[in-house]
């Protein structure tokens, strides 16, 4: 996949994203203040909609030092956040867990990574699991989840469950596919990747699947893929 708008001015590439994560915590404010929206779905705004900063990044050609300051900045303040009220509708929907500061930190890690071996879609690919996969398998789970199970204590359903391994597969194939095209490494690194990435979501506790999850899939995406290519960096 080719970036875009690579001829704007860089401070304009850049400017979208602080301006693009605004818009989601405004919209989420306003959701919260305004709105009988749940809890829930507030949350999952911000966890989907945040998430997809990253793909901005890698579509924009933004520097890695962008995404480092960027996760470093988002999780100093997610901190502050948790002892003042500076973001009430974003705290009110993140069950005081350290989630949100760790969501940050691996979008800060997996950047600082994968746009230094300048294979920016790792870094997406780990991103976007977490943000789309982890956010619509709790949004199925919780509207049509008619099978739970618990396990290490986390209650989940086999539709919420199911959902996270399909949105996996397909993020994983999908990246690999804009970038490397149509081979068949394209269609089969996302299986294990994505049967990885939801075991680890059905079993982390304390907001920890937002680091575990991410890392774990970029770093499994990086390494099969580029093993079964015969190029690993």
């Known amino acids: 996949m080719q970036p875009f708008f690579t001829d704007s001015p860089l401070w304009l590439r850049i400017a979208t994203v602080p301006a693009y994560v605004g818009a ?8 919260h203040r ?16 945040t998430g997809n900063v990253i793909l901005l990044a890698w579509l924009l050609d933004l520097p890695g030092w962008v995404g480092i300051i960027s ?8 901190l502050i956040s948790y002892y003042l009220p500076i973001l009430p509708g974003v705290n009110s929907v ?15 890690l997996l950047v600082g990574v994968f746009w230094q071996l300048k294979l920016p879609h790792y870094g997406v690919i780990g991103i976007l699991i977490m943000a789309w996969g982890d956010g619509l398998a709790a949004i199925i789970g919780q509207k049509f989840g008619k099978h ?3 396990i290490f204590g986390n209650t989940k359903s086999w539709e919420g469950t199911s959902t996270m391994f399909v949105v996996s ?28 990435a939801t075991a680890v979501e059905s079993i982390a506790q304390w907001g920890l699947d937002n680091l575990s999850v991410p890392l774990l899939s970029a770093g499994l995406a990086y390494v099969m893929n580029q093993l079964s290519i015969g190029s690993i960096n």
């Open 169 to 196: 597969y397909a993020i994983v194939s999908i990246v690999l596919f804009s970038v490397q095209g149509n081979i068949w490494q394209t269609w089969a690194v996302g299986i294990p990747v994505a049967i990885a």
């Open 34 to 49: 305004y709105t009988d929206t749940k809890p829930e779905s507030v949350r999952k705004v911000v966890h989907i909609g």
């Open 24 to 31: 989601i915590v405004l919209t989420a404010e306003l959701l």
């Open 94 to 108: 993140d069950r005081k867990s350290l989630g949100t500061f760790f969501y940050a930190v691996s979008m800060g």
């Open 148 to 150: 739970p199970y618990t």
């Open 71 to 78: 996760g470093v900045l988002a999780g100093i303040i997610t």
